[in-house]
């Protein structure tokens, strides 16, 4: 076993696969129900979907379901979630953990609703920080347009207040970068917190999730373009470390 | 099944499955015939055939001199790609790795292609297929009853290493065609990927989807690669020591590969077409033709040969989840898939291509005239 999650992240748009940057200029990598089996056969111990159409298209609960009936493993959803009856609904066709976003923002009552409806354990809440026009890291959200006055770590401490059981930090600037993670952001989040902090934008490596659980202290590293691309031309080709890969590379820093 | 008509050549494996075999008055078959004129073409004796590889190598590594990669060649995770990755980084060359991604890999294809990019630090590219567009071309492959319904995946692949090679400024696609294990290819059980026209006309009549993205490659494309882009084929494993065996043993310890147990079944479609589809609706089992190849080159004597087909072309088991996971995948329901099956075979003769192009009326006509 792994000493902390490692989840692919993977985004849908129009029932394709596609990998943005910067959550722009989505390409196509791929049908969602093959890269699933993929993964089956990788053995991955989770996967979190991001539908970034779902939020003007609606949910497309049928091809959710499709994905869910392919997959050995746990999936978070996130993407079009505004009422208690999406996730309700989501929870029926399979889904593990469902991920709230602009509606934490708009409709923070969403989350103290869903978290006492059906446990805080499946609520998460995902925190997107951008750098604004005035060079200062802020929460945004409605797909990263839209700007939040408070400060990240103060806003993740209310939704977790509010009954949310975990919260996926997303780090817009680095997100598809594959540059690294912000580390000290990571780390006043996860201090602050004490529901378990996923950490998502960024990786480029192995030892980019690495640091990011061990300096960062997030309990969980999510990474997107890391687990499609390969290579220098950002090849597509679904891949994930196994357990043993991950073991070598700790052993070698200890 | 033998029936009074059946015959098998006596050298080969072939036998009257392929509608259109001829057998000598040795009862031996027109493929042998065939094989016995290439091989003398393409494959030299040793020492020379040492010689032109040095050469051809030289050649390329000259065209390829100040660009980044000299070759292309195609990465599938198979046997054949994965070993002349290995071969052509031994020979010092600088190659692009290209894979058409058609939607069906499996994972031990992209864990090989992993493992091969990795060891032998090759770059990748990869071509994404929309599989919305895939699936619907294979599904009018499938509906209109031919027996090749690989062509649109075999296509796509001679499209994608095309514009990668011109995209790269690359002369040279080191390829996988080989005397050594498919020189037997009967006509009759397929058509060539290459032709464009009979693509369209195929997915005209029976597709739905609009193909805006899948890459193609049409005549005056492909005129304009080998002629003006001076874009050739470089055959090597012609040039080298090829025994399947040897390469899966060598591409095993060198590349951490892994075997998928058939012939091409890196991909899932592949696999399900080969082995259950041909078989099922035309009584084609290309294992017939691998296994003559073998035989014909001497890496199989004939008797393993027929020892081996004794053994079912699949699994009946298994081919019931493979039937299932087919059909699910491309998203119709089992029994439509079972329909397609049992509908009644068509030749590829008939419908539109570039060579019924130039029989049609107006050549004739043309022709006429211009006597
Ligand atoms: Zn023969």
Not at chain 1, 47 to 64: P, Q, S
Not at chain 1, 168 to 197: H, T, Y
Request: with cysteine; glycine share 6%.
């Amino acid at each position: 076993m792994k000493p902390f999650r490692i989840i692919p992240f993977l985004l849908l748009e129009n029932r394709r696969l596609v990998k943005t940057i910067h959550y722009r200029n989505p390409r196509y990598i791929g049908d969602p129900i093959n890269a699933v089996r993929i993964f089956n056969e990788k053995e991955v111990d989770e996967l979190a979907l991001l539908d970034i159409n779902a939020a003007t298209a609606g949910i497309n609960y049928e091809h959710i379901r499709k994905i869910v009936s392919e997959a050995f493993m746990p999936i978070a959803y996130g993407g079009g979630v505004q009422r208690l009856e999406d996730i309700r609904t989501l929870f029926q066709i399979g889904i593990e953990k469902v991920v709230i976003g602009t509606a934490a923002v708009e409709s923070p009552e969403l989350v103290s609703q869903a978290s006492a409806r059906f446990g805080s354990q499946s609520i998460v809440v995902s925190v997107d920080v951008k750098t604004d026009l005035w060079g200062n890291r802020r929460v945004f959200y409605a797909n990263a347009r839209r700007k939040l006055k408070e400060d990240a770590v103060a806003f993740a401490q209310r939704m977790v207040a509010l009954g949310a059981g975990e919260i996926i930090l997303n780090d817009v600037d680095r997100e598809g970068s594959m540059k690294g993670m912000d580390l000290p952001l990571i780390r006043s989040m996860s201090q602050a917190l004490a529901v378990p902090l996923v950490a998502s934008g960024g990786a480029g490596s192995l030892g980019d999730l690495l640091d990011a659980w061990q300096s960062g202290g997030a309990h969980a590293v999510s990474a997107g373009s890391l687990f499609v691309y390969k290579g220098p031309l950002r090849a597509v080709l679904i891949n994930y470390p196994q357990d043993s890969a991950v073991q070598a590379a700790l052993s070698k820093r200890a | 099944m033998p029936s009074a008509s059946f015959q098998r050549c006596r050298r080969c494996v072939m036998d009257t499955s392929d509608p259109e075999i001829v057998f000598d008055s040795d009862g031996v078959c027109n493929h042998c015939h065939f094989h016995d004129q290439i091989r003398s073409r393409y494959i030299l004796p040793a020492g020379e055939r040492e010689k032109a590889l040095e050469q051809r190598i030289r050649r390329v590594k000259a065209e390829g001199r100040g660009k980044k990669y000299d070759c292309i060649i195609g990465l599938s995770g198979g046997v054949d790609s994965s070993y002349i990755a290995l071969k052509v980084k031994e020979l010092g060359l600088r190659p692009l790795a290209v894979h058409m991604d058609g939607g069906w890999n499996s994972e031990l294809a992209v864990s090989n292609i992993e493992n091969i990019v990795d060891r032998l630090g090759i770059d990748l590219f990869t071509n994404v297929v929309e599989w919305d567009e895939m699936r619907d071309l294979q599904l009018s492959f499938f509906r209109s009853g031919v027996p090749n319904c690989d062509i649109p995946q075999d296509h796509a692949i001679i499209a994608v290493l095309l514009k990668a090679a011109n995209a790269f400024g690359v002369r040279t696609i080191v390829r996988g065609l080989n005397i050594a294990t498919e020189s037997v290819l009967p006509q009759a059980w397929g058509y060539s990927a290459i032709d464009l026209r009979h693509i369209k006309a195929i997915h005209k009549k029976y597709g739905q989807v609009k193909l805006k993205t899948f890459p193609t490659c049409s005549i005056l494309e492909l005129a304009y690669y080998y002629a003006f882009k001076k874009i050739t084929y470089y055959d090597i494993l012609n040039n080298l020591e090829y025994d399947k065996d040897k390469a899966k043993e060598l591409i095993t310890a060198e590349l951490g590969w892994r075997d998928y147990g058939g012939k091409h079944h890196e991909s899932l479609f592949t696999k399900f077409f080969q082995s259950y589809y041909l078989v099922k609706k035309f009584g084609f089992d290309k294992r017939l033709a691998h296994y003559s190849s073998l035989v014909l080159a001497g890496s199989m004597t004939r008797d393993q040969a027929l020892v081996a087909l004794e053994k079912p072309p699949y699994d009946d088991d298994r081919m019931h989840l493979e039937l299932n996971f087919v059909a699910n995948k491309m998203e119709i329901e089992v029994v439509e898939l079972e329909r397609i099956i049992a509908s009644p075979p068509r030749r590829h003769t008939e419908f539109p291509s570039y060579k019924s192009l130039l029989f049609s009326d107006w050549a004739t006509r043309i022709r006429k005239f211009l006597k």
